[in-house]
């Protein structure tokens, strides 16, 4: 057990929250693309030297471990890991009162070292702990595993024990909470009723206006799954009277229900959506607020691969400090970064082969495709004209294709369509060798986005709010294909930094239209550019980096968020 550096701590001013966080690959307490975010934001803060500190939950389950039978039907295993192993336990514990009950919480470490040496922590909460009764005790188990009053349970134990957890740690002059999605509502709602005991309830309006100031609030999700609500019935239950009566009467009962997105607009000084076209979307969602833009950006020194990294050491020796100086990548030669990349290409293809035994070819066009196997990101949409993608695969001089995503054990739209890849994938195999990748993760989608010739990503307008893995294929030099939507509306310039499907950002997707455009644009352009023009493709390489990796990346997003959510007034 070890005592924080609290000199440090004390001087911190920014509290971030989040339900999940991905920092590294051996820590399996992230789902997905949020987490990664929630990790690489954490990362640049570090970078920054921000008095920042990030609160998130223990999940001793992890998320899953996915395993895929040879038709493609995927089974899940609790990703049990030993926190003990890997973090420090830190003093004090704190309880809150939820059920009816009181819920001891304690908290495990983890200093994540900036660039240049300065530590921000993770605190992350755990009620697994002998004081506790069963039920409790696995209140921070799974990653969103349990039912509707399980998530409520987390969401509380994370946003009111988060909020004690600091103040018992002496962090009693932070500046700004940042409420990373709508999961971490309730810390809005712990400052609140601190206020309302301190002041009493007739001041209400004034200690919403008290914490207004204090919370700033991103949104990551314009699909409506995405966002959570409770009946009040069960707000009730959990949470108790006191609270729900809080909640009336700020307005955050509508309905019956109680959304935790509108709630967390209702407390927070400052809202941001993910990229531009999703502040639109969101703005659109939750008419009366103000949804600001910071596209997001991923961290330059975690996604760049192995190799990619050696040559801009080379060539941009401070890039790690400064990605935005990646724009000097231009000076590369362009056969550095082709061989560059080939070596990230050899080393991916041998870990797939020793994965799946399954052995790609180094000099065929491989596409990559790895994300959530949630249905708006339609993984299929590829294996949707199988004859004319065979007869697309033959003409050219050889396509491959790698695919990883897990679906949430209760998807079964997800479920059904990883099983339709392989299904479909298997009949064409002849012609487009591919593999499915088990048990998605951080390190299989370093390998990915560095290894692959081209990311693939193809979701339904308007619902991919940013999307980052295309930001990490950029700065290995790996070109996009992918629908006009999140990020890539504002990353993509056509035959320069890759290519898009479909037709514009502003017009709704048409399934079949752009299964054509895919097909259209990899038999037409994409194809031949790499097989007949080795030179031409590897520009378009070298520019991905110099325009895209330069500027997507957390270090730009995070000075986003210090000049327009973190300033007050
Ligand atoms: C980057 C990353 C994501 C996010 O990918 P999207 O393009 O946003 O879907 C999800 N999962 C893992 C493991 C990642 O590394």
Not at 56 to 64: A, E, K, P, T
Not at 112 to 141: C, K, Q, S, W, Y
Not at 286 to 293: A, E, L, M, R, T
Not at 324 to 350: F, G
Request: some cysteine.
């Amino acid at each position: 057990m070890s005592a924080p550096n609290q000199g440090s701590l004390r001087s911190s001013r920014i509290a971030y929250f989040s339900m999940e966080v991905g920092v590294r690959s051996d820590l399996p307490t992230y789902s997905g693309g949020l987490g990664v975010l929630s990790g690489d934001t954490i990362k640049a803060a570090a970078d920054l030297e921000l008095p920042f500190v990030a609160v998130s939950l223990v999940h001793r389950d992890g998320y899953f471990r996915q395993t895929l039978d040879a038709e493609g039907r995927q089974r899940e295993e609790a990703a049990t890991w030993d926190p003990g192993e890997y973090l420090d336990r830190v003093e004090p514990r704190v309880t809150v009162e939820i059920e009816g009950r009181s819920v001891v919480v304690q908290a495990w470490k983890l200093a994540v070292i900036g660039v240049t040496g300065h530590e921000v922590p993770i605190f992350f909460l755990d009620t697994d702990i002998e004081d506790n009764a069963d039920p409790d005790r696995r209140i921070t188990g799974p990653l969103y595993g349990g039912d509707e009053r399980i998530r409520l349970l987390q969401e509380a134990v994370l946003g009111i024990g988060g909020v004690k957890l600091l103040q018992g740690l002496g962090l009693d002059e932070l500046e700004t909470y940042h409420l990373n999605e709508g999961h971490s509502a309730l810390l809005g709602l712990a400052l609140l009723e601190e206020l309302a005991e301190s002041r009493g309830h007739e001041e209400i309006s004034e200690g919403l206006e008290e914490v207004r100031s204090r919370c700033v609030f991103t949104t990551h999700t314009p699909v409506a799954a995405g966002h959570d609500v409770f009946p009040i019935g069960l707000v009730e239950e959990v949470l108790g009277e006191r609270r729900t009566a809080l909640l009336q009467a700020i307005g955050a009962v509508e309905e019956g229900v109680v959304n935790m997105t509108r709630l967390a607009l209702r407390l927070s000084r400052f809202c941001n959506g993910v990229a531009m076209r999703h502040a639109q979307v969101s703005g659109e969602m939750f008419p009366g607020y103000q949804v600001h833009p910071i596209t997001n950006g991923v961290h330059a020194a975690t996604w760049t691969g192995a190799p990619m990294r050696g040559l801009f050491d080379e060539y941009v020796p401070a890039w790690r400090e400064d990605p935005y100086l990646l724009r000097h990548a231009v000076d590369i030669p362009l056969h550095r970064i082709r061989a560059t990349h080939r070596e990230a290409k050899e080393q991916l293809l041998s870990e797939v082969e020793r994965r799946s035994g399954r052995r790609l070819a180094p000099d065929r066009l491989t596409l990559g495709f790895a994300r959530r196997a949630a249905p708006y990101k339609r993984a299929d949409l590829l294996m949707r004209d199988p004859e004319r993608l065979r007869a697309v695969a033959r003409a050219s001089g050889g396509l491959q294709i790698l695919y990883a995503g897990k679906a949430h054990p209760r998807n079964e739209e997800g479920k059904e369509m990883i099983r339709r890849v392989v299904e479909v994938a298997e009949t064409l195999k002849e012609d487009m060798a591919f593999a499915y990748l088990e048990d998605y993760d951080m390190e299989l989608g370093g390998l990915l986005t560095a290894g692959v010739d081209v990311w693939l990503n193809n979701p339904t307008k308007p619902l991919e709010a940013s999307g980052t893995s295309g930001m990490k294929a950029a700065l290995n030099g790996v070109p996009c294909l992918s629908v006009l939507d999140g990020w890539w509306i504002e990353g993509h310039v056509e035959g320069v930094t890759g290519w898009s499907i479909g037709t514009g950002w502003d017009q709704p997707s048409d399934t079949d239209q752009e299964v054509h455009s895919l097909l259209d644009q990899l038999e037409g352009t994409v194809l031949p550019l790499y097989y007949d023009d080795p030179d031409g493709w590897a520009r378009v390489m070298r520019s991905s980096i110099v325009l895209n990796g330069s500027y997507f990346h957390a270090r730009r997003m995070m000075h986003e968020y210090q000049a327009r959510a973190y300033r007050r007034g």
